[in-house]
């Protein structure tokens, strides 16, 4: 398998590989497939306490512990560990880079590979095929089928981990006991779209993104990406958490002066853009933005909703946050309709809260007892 | 005067000329000062007809009649003109090119003059000073002048004109009979700022900007320039006017391939930026950003929004859409408690929409009959 290209520190990422590979919805088949993970926590004798965790857009597999670029904290530190709801005492949590990712997985980063498997000496940039949810959910089956996992306890995400959710019960609906699509939605929006598809023509217009191809130099295309981020970090907060947290607070000075003035929220954003490209590779921010705009569940079943769902006996517990314009609660909602025309067992919380749609990822205790308990009383039904 | 530079057509443009400058809120003088305007109908006798239309950031004084460089339709033709709320029967309509704009006054594309108001032979560019809404409202009051108009019957703007319309009432109050902003706020938000900087970050990555010195090799940052477009123009429409619009259509085909499929909103996005960069300099806008982000009324005022109106006798009509994030109606709502706190005469209308922000430019009756409704009993008021 590969190695990371140059301008990324090397990380020696826990993977398991599948030389068989994967078939895409494409039509074609990417081989071999590897997906790197994360678990914490013990699997029971029974194999019984599995909680799959799926990343959003920008996430990654370290869940809870230190992340081995950045050296922050795991983006769900807040909620994963003995005695919080996602309980490392109880239950065995997974959580795997997406197909497409940069953390390794097999991803644009990653070595190409020709149609026997063998690898070709250099990433696969942009010849990276087009990947969708749904491919990345078959990814992760086949890590759950690798640690010995017929049913999982829980799969639990926001945001696009929500939409894996989503998908993961739809297509294996008797490998899911309890699914808690958070943040998201059943299919992405014309806006959701329109703000992506700015991040892509920024680093587009990129000239060191050289057509994908920039690892031919060495360099990234930093400033593209960093816009991308910019734009998208605005989508993930609220216009309150924006006024909370800045304002019109000026940066080192007291009164506008109408000369050299820099807002708060500018720096802010400059510095969120230039973070994200130390740890993000742009043609994987290409790559799943695609696969997000391409999510449309009710579009896979014949247009209906209902249909993605029928007949399931798993258990799902929908949240939105009232704040949230990204993934608006209005869009949780149509999902409820569906899943109750599917005679599904599910119940519903909308979170108030005005941090936007970042809210899954932060202090919000509310949120964290009712998806705790919603887990706890899935694993006491089943004995876990 | 300057010529404009090289990437643009020379147009002609009907503008005043004052050659003693004008002082701005930054310390600095421009000189000379150069106003483009337009105007429609007559100015009757007594001086007492003439609205003021002030433009939003990437409009112009092109109102009402083929726009000398798209060769599209005036911007708010669908309300000047005999009969029409902006009546050209009945009033004396202006609009001025902003102070920093690129249609003709004094801004970015102009040639820079040194402090005796001498030309130096090539544009200002990023030497352009940073102005203020208030420093575009004194650029109009002088060309206002200039055409014999001691009060105006009206002024009217929407988004950043509304902004001019609001510094007009508190600078000048004498001088405005009846002021209407529409669809603005008496400050720019975080929110706001951030999505101008992102469009700044934009412009600022792309090579072809060479820190403001484009036009040394006749090249424009038109990438860069296309991206802030785009994100802009997001802003401007609401999610409903997105998906009634576009929803996830794509474009020439019939059901996604996870191949090369492009979605109706990513083209319409690219088109719209593409077509931007031909008329618009990204210096200007650049400019004209900062002068909105900078504006902050209550600020100007002691942190008291009342005290910018308090005394005056200018009537106001204020106006919102249900829609529109960009300027909620929570702001017009702000704007309308300070002025009842300064004892103005005031109405306000949130016009039902679902067409977000840039409603105020499209086909409206309800806005269309209250605006011309309100204008229209001022006139009578004043016997005009």
Redesign the interface.
């Known amino acids: 398998m590969s190695a990371p290209i140059a301008p990324f520190p090397q990380v020696d990422h826990q993977r398991a590989v599948f030389p068989d590979g994967l078939a ?3 039509g074609m088949t990417i081989a071999p497939l590897a997906v790197a993970y994360r678990t914490y926590g013990r699997l029971n004798a029974a194999r019984s306490n599995a909680v799959l965790i799926c990343h959003a857009l920008t996430g990654d597999q370290y869940v809870a512990e230190t992340h081995p670029l950045t050296g922050r904290a795991g983006w769900w530190e807040n909620i994963v560990g003995p005695g919080r709801p996602l309980d490392t005492d109880r239950y065995f949590l997974i959580c795997a880079n997406v197909l497409g990712g940069c953390m390794g997985s097999t991803g644009p980063r990653e070595e190409k590979t020709d149609a026997a498997g063998r690898g070709l000496g250099r990433p696969w940039g942009t010849d990276f ?4 949810i749904r491919d990345m959910v078959r990814a992760q089956k086949r890590l759950a089928e690798h640690l010995g996992i017929e049913r999982l306890l829980g799969v639990v995400g926001g945001s696009m981990g929500g939409m894996q959710v989503l998908e993961w019960a739809a297509t294996y609906p008797d490998a899911v006991f309890a699914a808690a699509p958070i943040a998201t939605a059943a ?5 959701n ?3 992506h ?2 991040g892509r ?2 680093i587009h ?3 060191d993104w050289r057509g994908g191809r920039y690892w031919e130099d060495g360099r990234v295309p930093a ?2 990406l ?2 991308a981020r ?2 998208a970090h ?1 989508t993930y ?1 609220s ?1 309150q958490a ?2 909370r ?4 607070r000026l940066r080192g000075a007291a ?5 050299e ?1 820099v ?1 708060e ?2 720096s802010y ?2 510095y969120q ?1 230039s973070t994200f490209v130390r740890r993000f590779d742009a043609n994987s921010y290409l790559t799943i933005t695609r696969a997000m ?2 999510f ?1 569940l009710a ?1 896979e079943h014949g247009g209906d909703l209902a249909a993605a769902f029928r007949g399931t006996k798993t258990r799902f517990f929908v949240s939105s946050f009232s704040s949230d ?1 990204l993934f ?1 609660t209005a869009e949780s909602r149509a999902l409820v309709r569906a899943l109750n025309a599917a005679a599904a067992n599910v119940s519903f919380v909308e979170i108030e809260s005005d941090k936007g749609h970042d809210a899954f990822l932060l202090e919000e205790p509310d949120f964290h007892r009712a998806l705790g308990g919603f887990l706890a009383g899935c694993a006491d039904r089943l004995g876990v």
């Open positions: 895409l919805d494409c095929p087009n990947v969708t299919h992405h929006s014309a806006q779209i329109a703000f598809e700015v023509a920024a217009s990129d000239p400033k593209g960093s816009v910019m734009v605005i907060l216009e924006l006024t947290k800045f304002g019109r009164a506008l002066t109408f000369l003035d807002f929220v500018e954003l400059r853009g705009d391409y449309d579009a314009w608006p």
